[in-house]
């Protein structure tokens, strides 16, 4: 899909959900599931095709034999709904990652908000692979996919936390996304080899692929496991304790 397409889709979404008027003026009526409603309306603007009931589950998208679900975490609660749907309809679970995260604090009294500050930390794509871990038994289904939606978030956080300032051990109030730069699709088993970088050497092990990633060694670890699982590596030997994989032609 073309840049501008999406992003028109995307805006159109956001304003069907948040509205200019609620996004500036009034942030205390939005739900704590404002990321997934604007995703539900972004993979399918039309709401007769919302919330469809489906072997005795809900999807919430269901259209021309086609299952979209929104999931935000806990992938472990998909189980049920992909062992009844799976057997008779592509399923489609889109996972979205904040890749930029402005924080902004709600104070619950006077209902004031602080200017945003920009998170130090950076969404990955990588962070689907323990959410994957949670539903491995389904990763070898030809009718199982995903998308990565890798969005600019605002998040709102109220002040009531236990530190001096109100903001450690604090709540979240709600995620506003406010730009979607980036999706990371999975449809076939060769989309997982987008998760090995080019500069990984022809043999390498988990570290070699955290450092080559920019990511911890224990989310490396998942993400190896994940891609031995689907077929994607092999082992082919072993460095002292450390296994060492290669691309599995």
């Not at 999931?71 to 189980?79: I, M, S």
């Not at 904040?98 to 998170?119: A, F, H, M, Q």
């Not at 891609?227 to 599995?248: A, E, M, S």
Request: with cysteine.
């Amino acid at each position: 899909m073309k840049g501008l397409e999406v992003e028109d889709r995307f805006e159109s979404a956001k304003e069907k959900i948040i509205g200019v008027k609620r996004e500036r003026h009034s942030i205390g009526i939005l739900s704590e599931k404002t990321v997934h409603a604007v995703l539900k309306n972004y993979y399918e603007p039309d709401e007769d095709c919302q919330e469809i009931p489906v072997e005795g589950m809900v999807a919430d998208i269901y259209r021309d034999g086609r299952i979209v679900e929104i999931q935000t975490a806990h992938f472990n609660k998909l189980r049920e709904k992909l062992a009844r749907f799976l057997p008779y309809y592509d399923v489609t679970v889109v996972y979205p990652v904040p890749r930029i995260k402005w924080l902004i604090w709600l104070d619950e009294v006077t209902g004031e908000c602080t200017p945003k500050r920009k998170s130090p930390a950076k969404g990955t794509p990588y962070l689907i692979f323990p959410e994957l871990y949670k539903v491995k038994n389904f990763l070898r289904n030809e009718n199982i996919n995903f998308r990565i939606a890798m969005l600019d978030i605002e998040e709102y956080r109220l002040l009531n936390g236990w530190s001096s300032n109100r903001k450690k051990g604090s709540t979240r109030f709600d995620r506003i996304p406010v730009a979607f730069p980036e999706e990371y699709v999975i449809e076939r088993r060769e989309d997982y080899l987008q998760f090995l970088p080019i500069e990984l050497p022809e043999e390498f092990t988990t570290s070699d692929l955290a450092k080559c990633a920019s990511i911890p060694v224990g989310l490396a670890r998942i993400t190896m496991n994940i891609l031995f699982h689907v077929g994607v590596v092999k082992k082919c030997g072993k460095r002292g304790n450390t296994i060492v994989y290669v691309i599995d032609e």
